[in-house]
Nanobody
Framework: QVQLVESGGGLVQAGDSLRLSCAAS????????VGWFRQAPGKERDFVAT????????IYADSVKGRFTISWDIAKKTVHLQMNRLKPEDTAVYYC????????????????WGRGTQVTVSS
């Protein structure tokens, strides 16, 4: 099992940037795909971005494409989510998660989850 801890959330204004980090500990991390998901109040948890274990491939939700960038720092066992040009609709709790088998955008394929970090974007 991998323990994941998110950090970097906060309160910002529309148009600002934030960088979220997901630090891993526990079992070897370099064979896992990692994804970021978010959940707004009263809504389901939605896919945001994911990076393959090799770091060569990424997938983004259409709503964040061109604004968010996911990246690996394998040596530090950390995955980052750089979020630029933030919008009020990006407000949510952001979670990182690790997948060990099938690489996908489906929450059901991710086995280990962090506790989340709150991102609030004011208009």
């Amino acid at each position: 099992q991998v323990q994941l801890v998110e950090s970097g959330g906060g309160l910002v204004q529309a148009g600002d940037s934030l960088r979220l980090s997901c630090a891993a500990s526990g079992r070897p991390f370099n064979k896992n795909a990692v994804g970021w998901f978010r959940q707004a109040p009263g809504k389901e948890r939605d896919f945001v971005a994911t990076v393959s274990w090799s770091g060569d491939s990424t997938i983004y939700a259409d709503s964040v494409k061109g604004r968010f960038t996911i990246s690996w720092d394998i040596a530090k066992k950390t995955v980052h989510l750089q979020m630029n040009r933030l919008k009020p609709e990006d407000t949510a709790v952001y979670y990182c998660a690790a997948a060990y088998g099938r690489w996908s955008t489906n929450t059901n394929d991710y086995e280990d989850w962090g506790r989340g970090t709150q991102v609030t974007v004011s208009s």
